[in-house]
């Protein structure tokens, strides 16, 4: 089972319309599929038309209810969701009272292997215990830049914190996003970024329209527009992360 956490430290970057189309695509291409909605705002759950039940986190990180449990079908073959629901906000703090604080989610996962080939977290915008879940669970993480100064930063500031909590192992994979090829920054930094990082992947993101729609028709972009440029971008993205992770 392949544990993919898509994660920026920074919010509206398109982290979760990546994880929402990566993980349809996954799951048309016959895999297992699960995405887990970690951010309390909860848009990857409104984009797969999931009503969640309320307050599931608190049991769930108790060991009260497992995963299968809360798990719920989408409307497309093969992929599964555990929705988020607002109390995931206290996160943090049903962790701080677990044993081993930083190792629940990959606890709570591991009854998963058989089910899955494939899980998607989508993660909130933050560095907090959540995060430090993701990073020590997961087999890789996708990084959406956007190319600007702040955005890159904070890809800096990532491994600045993973370099200083020795969490090592983790595949990075950044990648560009919401590019907009006539800001001649955005041109400057796809330029120049690569030459210092030899990890990040091909593919690019483009800023899109059909993108946002993704909130009018809630679906993911292959299902409603699949001959779109936003489409071929997101295919291409996944054909990287699966060559990266063989």
């Given at each position: 089972?392949?544990?993919?956490?898509?994660?920026?430290?920074?919010?509206?970057?398109g982290k979760t319309a990546t994880a929402v189309n990566l993980?349809?695509?996954?799951?048309?291409?016959?895999?297992?599929?699960?995405?887990?909605?970690?951010?309390?705002?909860?848009?990857?759950?409104?984009?797969?038309?999931?009503?969640?039940?309320?307050?599931?986190?608190?049991?769930?990180?108790?060991?009260?209810?497992?995963?299968?449990?809360?798990?719920?079908?989408?409307?497309?073959?093969?992929?599964?969701?555990?929705?988020?629901?607002?109390?995931?906000?206290?996160?943090?703090?049903?962790?701080?009272?677990?044993?081993?604080?930083?190792?629940?989610?990959?606890?709570?996962?591991?009854?998963?292997?058989?089910?899955?080939?494939?899980?998607?977290?989508?993660?909130?915008?933050?560095?907090?215990?959540?995060?430090?879940?993701?990073?020590?669970?997961a087999e890789g993480l996708l990084l959406p830049l956007i190319?600007?100064?702040?955005?890159?930063?904070?890809?800096?500031?990532?491994?600045?914190?993973?370099?200083?909590?020795?969490?090592?192992?983790?595949?990075?994979?950044?990648?560009?996003?919401?590019?907009?090829?006539?800001?001649?920054?955005?041109?400057?930094?796809?330029?120049?970024?690569?030459?210092?990082?030899?990890?990040?992947?091909?593919?690019?993101?483009?800023?899109?329209?059909?993108?946002?729609k993704m909130g009018i028709h809630r679906m993911p972009v292959?299902?409603?527009?699949?001959?779109?440029?936003?489409?071929?971008?997101?295919?291409?993205?996944?054909?990287?992360?699966?060559?990266?992770?063989?």
């Amino acid at each position: 089972m392949h544990i993919i956490g898509v994660y920026n430290i920074k919010g509206g970057v398109g982290k979760t319309a990546t994880a929402v189309n990566l993980s349809y695509l996954a799951a048309r291409q016959g895999y297992r599929t699960l995405i887990w909605d970690l951010d309390p705002q909860a848009a990857a759950t409104f984009y797969f038309r999931i009503q969640p039940k309320v307050k599931k986190s608190k049991k769930l990180l108790a060991g009260k209810i497992d995963l299968d449990d809360v798990v719920k079908a989408t409307d497309f073959d093969n992929l599964d969701m555990l929705p988020a629901d607002f109390s995931y906000r206290n996160m943090d703090l049903r962790l701080e009272d677990a044993k081993k604080p930083t190792k629940q989610l990959l606890k709570l996962l591991r009854p998963l292997s058989r089910a899955y080939d494939y899980v998607f977290l989508d993660c909130p915008p933050s560095i907090s215990l959540v995060s430090e879940n993701i990073f020590r669970a997961a087999e890789g993480l996708l990084l959406p830049l956007i190319p600007t100064t702040l955005s890159l930063r904070t890809y800096q500031q990532l491994l600045d914190f993973l370099q200083g909590h020795r969490i090592t192992g983790l595949e990075l994979m950044p990648f560009f996003s919401m590019v907009d090829r006539r800001k001649r920054m955005h041109l400057d930094i796809m330029q120049n970024f690569p030459d210092a990082h030899g990890e990040l992947l091909k593919a690019q993101i483009p800023y899109a329209s059909d993108v946002e729609k993704m909130g009018i028709h809630r679906m993911p972009v292959q299902a409603f527009s699949p001959n779109c440029f936003a489409a071929s971008a997101y295919q291409a993205l996944w054909m990287d992360v699966q060559d990266r992770l063989g």
